[in-house]
Nanobody, 115 residues
């Protein structure tokens, strides 16, 4: 499975961005992770195939949402009320079966939030 992430860019504090990640085939779970400069990669959000199970990092609840379009094999990350600490490279990842780890990763897209 190949992943193509897009949608990053420069935005001011309080602004919004929508990231997209298109998979080349059907997936089970899709998720977003991020890595800020000098920090380890961290979990952001995930969603299962049916969309009835979504998870968010506690610090991001209420600002980020993760819709997906199974017809397009695409997951999105809607980011609202962005803060400078959200600046990071955002990676999408997928798992093909329930119970598996995220074993396919996209190339990353940079989000920069200016103060």
């Amino acid at each position: 499975v190949q992943l193509q992430a897009s949608g990053g860019g420069l935005v001011q504090t309080g602004g919004s961005l929508r990231l997209s990640c298109a998979a080349s085939g059907r997936t089970y779970g899709m998720g977003w992770f991020r890595q800020a400069p000098g920090k380890e990669r961290e979990f952001v959000s995930s969603i299962n195939w049916s969309g009835d199970a979504t998870y968010y990092a506690d610090s991001l609840k209420g600002r980020f949402t993760i819709p997906r379009d199974n017809a397009k094999n695409t997951v999105y990350l809607q980011m609202d009320n962005l803060k400078p600490e959200d600046t990071a490279v955002y990676y999408c990842a997928v798992k093909l079966k329930i119970g598996e780890s995220y074993n396919y990763w996209g190339q990353g897209t940079l989000v920069t939030v200016s103060s």
